[in-house]
């Protein structure tokens, strides 16, 4: 088990956004977390990565609590993006796979790797804050990815996508999936949970 979330609950003031909250994400397998605007999906997510603290409850990885170097093998891709709009495509993609600890080199052969599949060759030096929206997502995702994460949080992934794009990051995770990532991901995309998901948890 790559993943274990306990009994996690989280209030802000005197709203409840979870309540007891339990689910566990393998190795290989694709969980999906559904539900309305305000259901906690996203606090959820936020909790797992560290960014903020359960009330109670635990985050396990692996076979213990998790920690700040468990995040080294984590990729999480947010709702809300987070680019720096004044960098460059490559410089950007460098600077945030190697935040992960990945070496140079193997940094830089993983970014053309994706590139390639993404169709994001010649893009190296172009602006980021010149990128379409589109094409903002899709770095994020290769900047998401690239470190080879053991799992993969992602907060509504397909938002903004048409449905040529959505299909093509379907693939792409699931062949995150068959090659032995745990990706736990929210959506508002009944379709695309059905098609990719091995199980789904309703908040």
């Known amino acids: 088990m790559i ?54 409850g635990r985050i396990m990885y692996e076979d213990h609590p998790i920690a700040i170097s468990d995040f080294d093998h984590i990729g999480y891709l947010p709702e809300e993006r987070g680019l720096y709009r ?52 899709r770095l994020q995702f290769v900047i998401t990815v690239a470190h080879n994460p053991k799992l993969l949080i992602l907060d509504e992934p397909f938002s903004g996508f048409d449905a040529n794009n959505a299909s093509h990051f379907k693939d792409e995770i699931a062949r995150l999936r068959d090659n032995g990532t745990a990706i736990l991901f929210s959506t508002h995309n009944q379709q695309a949970a059905s098609e990719l998901c091995n199980r789904i948890v309703n908040l």
């Open 3 to 56: 993943l274990q979330v306990d009994n996690i609950t989280k209030s802000f003031a005197s709203h409840v956004v979870l309540n007891g909250i339990s689910l566990h994400v393998d190795a290989g397998e694709i969980v999906g977390l559904m539900g309305a605007n305000g259901a906690g999906k996203t606090t959820l997510l936020r909790i797992i990565t560290g960014l903020l603290v359960p009330d109670s």
């Open 86 to 137: 004044h960098m460059s495509v490559i410089e950007q993609a460098l600077y945030f796979t190697q935040l992960k600890g990945m070496p140079l080199c193997d940094a830089k052969t993983s970014l053309q790797q994706w590139f390639t599949r993404l169709g994001m060759e010649g893009w190296e030096h172009r602006q980021t804050g010149k990128l379409s929206k589109g094409m903002q997502q």
